[in-house]
């Protein structure tokens, strides 16, 4: 008995004399890496292509980065998600859209033809996710009774009842206008703007983007026939866990992108991104993206670290 506690002293000395930290003594040698300040984080982009950039964080109703986001650009298909709004709006579920002559006559046709007839949801989600203007032409003839100028005033005055007083629309497909001696923009618009458009549209009627996170889709006509595009969003697989997008190109207007993602547990964020490139907007987009989710894994860390008092 002398001998164990007389081992149990020697034990106890030993840890006094080696003067072994407390818990938060250890962990405050790992306080460098956390940010002091969480308000003095900043989402940066380097070498961001776009003209003009806009990035909103839904669930907490904030702006978490913006580039020029209140100049007024051309929007080319970004149009389309008005279009098709109002489509779902202004019409009846389960009806079937006619496509005539005019709409298939539009420029880069998915493959329709005059007389066919496609169920409005599915017209709805092929012409965002394969940015079909005959489908979007259709859309317009359909709520108009074919007068397409009558449908451009639709268009901006549900702008205005949005409250996206940047939005101007001349057709339903965004195209460019050719006159001569020059092209006009379709439809001219803020980056803020088109992200809150979107950012309505997927709080309001988040089916009719399903499909745009989708790689193929397909549609069959009231007659059978059926039609594959590819969705027009070549950065699909770099935006993890991508919730919805819309792309759009025109000569006059370059490469522009909206999209929607999830950064984890139910937390969308929109961002739109007008006046890049072609291939540039979805190299913009993948830098995004990442410069987000590193956004937030800092703020985790941050409130971990205050949690626990580190």
């Given amino acids: 008995m002398i001998g164990q506690i007389s081992l149990a002293a020697i034990f106890l000395l030993i840890l006094m004399t080696l003067k072994v930290p407390a818990p938060r003594e250890v962990a405050r040698t ?13 989402i940066v982009l380097n070498n961001i292509e776009a003209k003009s950039v806009f990035i909103f964080d839904i669930s907490q109703n904030k702006m978490l980065y913006e580039k020029n ?41 998915e493959g329709m033809e005059p007389g066919d007839r496609f169920e409005k949801e599915d017209l709805e989600e092929f012409t965002l996710a394969s940015s079909s203007n005959d489908g979007a032409w259709a859309a317009a003839e359909y709520l108009s009774g074919g007068d397409i100028e009558n449908f451009a005033l639709l268009m901006n005055e549900r702008a205005r009842e949005l409250g996206l007083s940047s939005l101007n629309f001349s057709n339903p497909t965004g195209l460019d206008i050719t006159i001569p001696s020059s092209r006009l923009s379709g439809a001219f618009g803020n980056a803020k703007d088109i992200s809150l458009l979107l950012k309505y549209i997927y709080e309001n009627y988040p089916n009719i983007l399903a499909k745009t996170r989708k790689w193929e889709i397909s549609i069959t006509s009231l007659a059978g026939r059926t039609i594959n595009a590819t969705n027009t969003n070549e950065a699909l697989g770099d935006i993890p866990q991508i919730i919805a997008g819309k792309t759009g190109y025109t000569m006059v207007a370059g490469g522009n992108l909206a999209f929607i993602f999830d950064t984890g547990f139910n937390h969308p964020i929109v961002v739109s991104i007008l006046g890049s490139s072609e291939k540039g907007r979805f190299e913009d987009a993948k830098k995004i993206a990442e410069a987000i989710f590193k956004y937030y894994a800092d703020q985790y860390r941050y409130d971990i670290s205050s949690q626990l008092n580190l």
Avoid: W, Y
């Fill in 30 to 42: 790992f306080a460098p890496l956390i940010p002091n300040q969480r308000e003095d984080r900043k």
């Fill in 69 to 109: 986001s209140s100049d007024p650009l051309p929007l080319a298909s970004l149009t389309k998600l008005m279009t098709i709004l109002l489509l779902e709006e202004k019409s009846r579920d389960g009806v079937f859209i006619p496509i005539s002559k005019d709409a298939v006559l539009q420029p880069h046709s």
